[in-house]
C-alpha cells in the first residue's frame, strides 16, 4: 500500500502551470515544511517534502494556499528520473496530493504570518488553542475525566 498523511507549513506560496492542449490541466507544485517528531542537537528540525496536485486539486491549492500555512496532505509517493541538461539522470521523489485539508484557522494562520510565528495573546476561557494546534487543558479536569 502507498499511502502517505502529511501535516506541514508551506515553504513559499504554490507554483501553479497548466498543462498545453485542448483541455488545459492544472499542475500545483509546493514544499512542506514537516516538523520531526524527535529532535538532536545539531540536526535539522523539519523535513522538506515536495508535493504535486493535478486538475481541481491543483486549482483549490492556487486559490487558498500561501506560505506559511499549515495544511493536511494525503496522496502517495511518486519516484522518477530524468536527464538533466549536463546529461546527468536527475531521480526524483513527489508526494501526489488526493486530498487537502486546512490544519488551522485562517485567523490562526493569519497571525502567524503578521507576528512573525507569536503566540496568541487572546484567551477564550479554560481551553484556549495552544501553538501547537491542540487546546490546552485547563489544569484539575483529570479528576472529571471518565478514563483515568
Known sequence: MNKVVLMGRLTRDPEVRYSNGEKATAVA????AV????????D??????????????????????????RVTICGHIQTGSYTNRDGQKVYTTD?????????ESKAA????????????AQTSGPATAAGD???KIP??????????
Not at 515536495?50 to 483549490?60: L, N, P, T
Not at 494562520?109 to 496568541?120: L, V
Open 95 to 103: 508526494v501526489v496530493v488526493e486530498e487537502q485539508e486546512f490544519a
Open 29 to 32: 507544485r509546493f514544499t512542506l
Open 133 to 135: 494546534g491542540f487546546m
Open 109 to 120: 494562520s493569519e497571525e502567524k504570518r503578521n507576528k512573525g510565528g507569536g503566540q496568541s
Open 35 to 42: 516538523d520531526r517528531r524527535f529532535k538532536r542537537d545539531g
Open 44 to 69: 535539522q528540525n523539519a523535513d522538506f517534502i515536495s508535493c504535486v496536485a493535478f486538475g481541481k486539486s491543483a486549482e483549490f491549492i492556487e486559490k487558498y494556499f500561501r506560505q506559511g500555512m
Open 139 to 148: 489544569d484539575g479536569i483529570d479528576e472529571e475525566l471518565p478514563f483515568n
